[in-house]
């Protein structure tokens, strides 16, 4: 399975990002998609997940300013930010959790290598 991001970058405070992530290989079913993040000197965090029934999580650092979207036949998900924060800086991580071969399999965990987003002021 493999996790191809894009999007990220430098972006100026106040501005909006898309990041965009597609999943590829070995995969039977998709159940939730989303993105973490990692500034430095801190832990994972959630930024945003949504399940096969496109229901949407937001972490609270940035609800009601991101928008989650996923498209289930294409095997992507989306991202859309906006009035970005200098807190916002961080690398932003995709993640998928699916079964790569038939019911039988284990559910499992995928992450992304990570794109960094840097938001300046």
């Known amino acids: 399975v493999q996790l191809q991001a894009s999007g990220g970058g430098s972006v100026q405070a106040g501005g909006s990002l898309r990041l965009s992530c597609e999943a590829s290989?070995?995969?039977?079913?998709?159940?939730?998609m989303g993105w973490y993040r990692q500034s430095s000197g801190k832990e994972r965090e959630l930024v945003a997940t949504i399940d096969r029934a496109d229901v949407a999580y937001y972490g609270d650092s940035v609800k009601g300013r991101s928008t989650i979207s996923r498209d289930s036949a294409a095997k992507t998900v989306d991202l859309r930010m906006n009035s970005l924060k200098s807190e916002d800086t961080a690398v932003y991580y995709c993640?998928?959790?699916?079964?790569?071969?038939?019911?039988?399999?284990?559910?499992?965990?995928?992450w992304g290598q990570g794109t960094q987003v840097t938001v300046s002021s």
């Open positions: 993640y998928v959790r699916l079964r790569p071969n038939g019911w039988g399999t284990q559910i499992g965990d995928y």
């Open positions: 290989g070995s995969i039977f079913s998709i159940d939730t």
